[in-house]
């Protein structure tokens, strides 16, 4: 074999997952088709599960460093938006940054780690067999990754259907500079602040994406919908995009997997792409090393098709909703909303779903925990006196079997077992937890309770699921 995994694409969803690989030794070449990095920015956004995912990996403050602090998010256009801030979260914000300077920080980290980027290689055909993968006639390896975007030449050369709708409403975007005020949404033209720049988004009323459109026809529709002339010049990126909503069938055929856009597109409500990329492979990196090195249960990889295509079913529900909630000739059902959006509970439900917070893999019939499935909660403990937390425990990307007494169970392959004390006992469940097995993506995948419940199942059993180990 030349490598153990090629990744098709260097956008979040690459660069991410490149990390997660190379970070516990597996061989991984990075082929991005374009050799230079594009001159425009799509997304400006990560949000607290993005950031979550990174710190449990110790990068989070690289992005932190460079980010504004946002503590509230929106839904759908609502006008009132939903406070995170005081929703004791990890990160109780939505962290504004350039995805630009997120993939760079990203594309670092994976230098430091040893990946193998080549630019200007653009992934066209694949063959695979029993054994491994033939990329481009020329490189092989065990398994090829199209993180390849929503066009993806892999998805294609697959034969994996996108099922969904289709695009019916296009907008236009462009960068530009304007006499427009940022900030303001004004009938039908949103105005966004961007570094040194508006970014300025209408409805098309063309509806041709063959054209690519250029800055008299967006200044003139522009204008039209104002009912004013607006000066617009400097077009720094001018394009259109539209509600169309699709998944991949199925996120695995054999070898080749799908992360990111390749896997799924949504409407671009609610400011999630970027976010979701960097989930499907915080989810496929470890099951892809564990493949590799050959320990992981037949079913460990299908799990990552179950998981993934659930929490992406998810996303489309909700931009969907909030682009209709965004939409015409909806205004009662609107008002409606914004009543419920206020009530007890609904705003914070909302914001988990917006967020990506409420993400929650299933982990059987028997788990009823309000844990079990979710990210771990990064929890003050203490081992031998010395303060530390499960998010730092995490960071060598091995799972983590966490004693909070009693449990004193022997040293494990692959999983960190560790005793600690809680440094906070209400923050763990109000002292309940007495110990859990946390993955190394940080969801929980077992837990044992202070009465002597376990969660969904043996102990034992969770250990053969998730890291191949059978009982001696
Ligand atoms: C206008 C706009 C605004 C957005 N705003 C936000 C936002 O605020 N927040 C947010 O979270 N998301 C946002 N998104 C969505 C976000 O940009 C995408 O969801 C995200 O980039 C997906 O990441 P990815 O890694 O899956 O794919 P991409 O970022 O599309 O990366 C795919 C990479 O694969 C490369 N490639 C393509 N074909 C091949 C091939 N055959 N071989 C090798 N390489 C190939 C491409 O050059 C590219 O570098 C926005 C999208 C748009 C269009």
């Given at each position: 074999?030349?490598?153990?995994?090629?990744?098709?694409g260097?956008?979040?969803?690459?660069?991410?997952?490149?990390?997660e690989?190379?970070?516990?030794?597996?061989?991984?070449?990075?082929?991005?088709?374009?050799?230079?990095?594009?001159?425009?920015?799509?997304?400006?956004?990560?949000?607290?599960?993005?950031?979550?995912?990174?710190?449990?990996?110790?990068?989070?403050?690289?992005?932190i460093?460079?980010?504004?602090?946002?503590?509230?998010?929106?839904?759908?256009?609502?006008?009132?938006?939903?406070?995170?801030?005081?929703?004791?979260?990890?990160?109780?914000?939505?962290?504004?940054?350039?995805?630009?300077?997120?993939?760079?920080?990203?594309?670092?980290?994976?230098?430091?780690?040893?990946?193998?980027?080549?630019?200007?290689?653009?992934?066209?055909g694949?063959?695979?067999?029993?054994?491994?993968?033939?990329?481009?006639?020329?490189?092989?390896?065990?398994?090829?990754?199209?993180?390849?975007?929503?066009?993806?030449?892999?998805?294609?050369?697959?034969?994996?259907?996108?099922?969904?709708?289709p695009?019916?409403?296009?907008?236009?975007?462009?960068?530009?500079?304007?006499?427009?005020?940022?900030?303001?949404?004004?009938?039908?033209?949103?105005v966004?602040p961007?570094?040194?720049?508006?970014?300025?988004?209408?409805?098309d009323?063309?509806?041709?994406?063959?054209?690519?459109?250029?800055?008299?026809?967006?200044?003139?529709?522009?204008?039209?919908?104002?009912?004013r002339?607006?000066?617009?010049?400097?077009?720094r990126?001018?394009?259109?995009?539209?509600?169309?909503?699709?998944?991949?069938?199925?996120?695995r055929?054999?070898?080749?997997?799908?992360?990111?856009?390749?896997?799924?597109?949504?409407?671009?409500?609610?400011?999630?792409?970027?976010?979701?990329?960097?989930?499907?492979?915080?989810?496929?990196?470890?099951?892809?090393?564990?493949?590799?090195?050959?320990?992981?249960?037949?079913?460990?990889?299908?799990?990552?098709?179950?998981?993934?295509?659930?929490?992406g079913?998810?996303?489309?529900?909700?931009?969907?909703?909030?682009?209709?909630?965004?939409?015409?000739?909806?205004?009662?059902?609107?008002?409606?909303?914004?009543?419920?959006?206020?009530?007890?509970?609904?705003?914070?439900?909302?914001?988990?779903l917006?967020?990506?917070?409420?993400?929650?893999?299933?982990?059987?019939e028997?788990?009823?925990?309000?844990?079990?499935?979710?990210?771990?909660?990064?929890?003050?403990?203490?081992?031998?006196?010395?303060?530390t937390?499960?998010?730092?425990?995490?960071?060598?990307?091995?799972?983590?079997?966490?004693?909070?007494?009693?449990?004193?169970?022997?040293?494990?392959?692959?999983?960190?077992?560790?005793?600690?004390?809680?440094?906070?006992?209400?923050?763990?469940?109000?002292?309940?937890?007495?110990?859990?097995?946390?993955?190394?993506?940080?969801?929980?995948?077992?837990?044992?309770?202070?009465?002597?419940?376990?969660?969904?199942?043996?102990?034992?059993?969770?250990?053969?699921?998730?890291?191949?180990?059978?009982?001696?």
């Amino acid at each position: 074999m030349d490598t153990d995994v090629v990744i098709a694409g260097a956008g979040p969803a690459g660069l991410t997952l490149a990390c997660e690989l190379a970070m516990v030794g597996v061989r991984t070449v990075l082929l991005e088709r374009e050799p230079r990095k594009p001159g425009f920015c799509r997304g400006f956004n990560l949000n607290a599960r993005s950031l979550d995912a990174f710190d449990r990996r110790g990068i989070a403050d690289r992005f932190i460093a460079e980010g504004h602090k946002v503590p509230v998010t929106s839904f759908g256009g609502l006008p009132a938006p939903l406070d995170i801030g005081s929703l004791g979260w990890e990160h109780p914000y939505t962290l504004g940054i350039a995805q630009t300077r997120v993939e760079e920080i990203l594309e670092e980290h994976a230098a430091e780690l040893g990946v193998d980027i080549r630019r200007g290689q653009a992934v066209h055909g694949f063959t695979q067999d029993d054994s491994g993968v033939t990329v481009n006639g020329e490189i092989r390896a065990r398994y090829l990754v199209g993180c390849d975007g929503s066009r993806s030449a892999v998805r294609k050369l697959a034969g994996i259907d996108f099922p969904g709708t289709p695009t019916t409403r296009y907008v236009m975007l462009g960068d530009v500079e304007t006499d427009l005020v940022p900030g303001k949404h004004l009938g039908g033209v949103f105005v966004i602040p961007r570094p040194g720049y508006v970014r300025v988004v209408v409805a098309d009323p063309v509806f041709d994406r063959a054209e690519p459109i250029t800055l008299a026809q967006l200044n003139s529709t522009v204008d039209e919908a104002l009912g004013r002339h607006v000066e617009m010049a400097e077009p720094r990126w001018l394009t259109r995009f539209g509600n169309a909503a699709r998944q991949a069938a199925q996120y695995r055929s054999g070898r080749v997997l799908l992360a990111g856009d390749a896997a799924h597109i949504h409407p671009p409500a609610g400011a999630q792409g970027v976010n979701l990329a960097i989930a499907d492979a915080m989810n496929l990196g470890w099951k892809l090393a564990a493949a590799v090195r050959g320990w992981a249960s037949p079913e460990l990889l299908d799990t990552y098709h179950r998981e993934r295509h659930a929490a992406g079913a998810r996303v489309l529900l909700h931009t969907q909703a909030q682009a209709l909630l965004a939409g015409d000739g909806i205004g009662p059902l609107r008002d409606l909303f914004a009543e419920l959006s206020e009530l007890d509970g609904v705003g914070r439900y909302l914001a988990e779903l917006a967020t990506g917070v409420e993400t929650r893999y299933e982990m059987g019939e028997f788990a009823t925990h309000p844990w079990l499935g979710r990210m771990a909660p990064d929890i003050p403990i203490a081992i031998d006196g010395c303060p530390t937390s499960v998010a730092k425990l995490l960071r060598g990307g091995s799972g983590l079997l966490l004693d909070f007494g009693g449990l004193d169970h022997p040293p494990l392959d692959r999983v960190d077992v560790v005793r600690a004390e809680p440094l906070d006992t209400e923050s763990m469940d109000e002292g309940q937890v007495a110990a859990m097995l946390v993955r190394p993506d940080g969801h929980v995948a077992w837990l044992a309770t202070a009465d002597g419940r376990a969660e969904p199942g043996p102990l034992a059993a969770a250990l053969s699921r998730w890291f191949g180990l059978v009982p001696a």
